[in-house]
């Protein structure tokens, strides 16, 4: 069974929500699926490192906050340079998903920050391949409503309960996101 790990930081719940969306993609299309969060310190258990090397692909997810990750996020991807240095992610599928406040709210620097550490592990990128809603009868919660091809984007009203952002088009955008992570990985396996 093809194995999808998803190693995410969340601050407020708005982006473990997006993750579990992503988990619930990736297992309809099959695949293992599995959550890591990475704690408030910035760290992840032990057993989950040796996990994230066994994984067929790997997720990443991170708030957007002053235009890139979170440091709890910087601080696992500076911790995966023990993988770096082995090698050990070379030829997994990544990708990365965001969320943030506003509509735009520098997502973009978030997703490069993740396709960069993506290429330093020598692995293979995987878009969201979805069409942008953006003609005049688009709305609000139509899939890929944020236009984001490089990865997953979300928006989350900044005074939104986790129960409330992201909206239900954002999620439907993060299954989708996963099924395509997910098939991608059992066709490069």
């Not at 002053?66 to 990708?95: E, H, I, L, P, R």
């Not at 406040?101 to 993506?118: I, R, W």
């Amino acid at each position: 069974m093809t194995q999808v790990a998803i190693v995410y930081h969340s601050g407020y719940g708005h982006t473990k929500k997006q993750a579990e969306a992503v988990q619930a993609g990736a297992a309809a299309a099959g695949a293992q699926a599995t959550l890591y969060a990475i704690d408030a310190e910035g760290n992840l258990p032990e057993a989950a490192w040796a996990e994230l090397d066994a994984a067929d692909a790997i997720v990443f997810g991170s708030p957007t906050y002053m235009g890139t990750v979170s440091w709890q996020f910087k601080k696992f991807a500076d911790a995966s340079s023990k993988a770096w240095f082995t090698q050990k992610w070379k030829d997994k599928v990544m990708a990365g998903f965001t969320n943030s406040a506003t509509m735009n709210g520098d997502k973009l620097s978030t997703l490069h920050y993740f396709f960069t550490l993506a290429m330093q592990h020598s692995a293979i990128w995987v878009g969201t391949g979805l069409m942008p809603s953006n003609s005049k009868a688009a709305q609000r919660n139509d899939v890929n409503y944020l236009g984001s091809f490089a990865g997953l984007m979300a928006q989350s009203p900044s005074d939104s309960s986790p129960e409330e952002g992201p909206l239900p088009g954002d999620l439907e955008t993060a299954k989708l996101f996963g099924q395509r992570v997910a098939t991608t990985a059992v066709k490069l396996k």
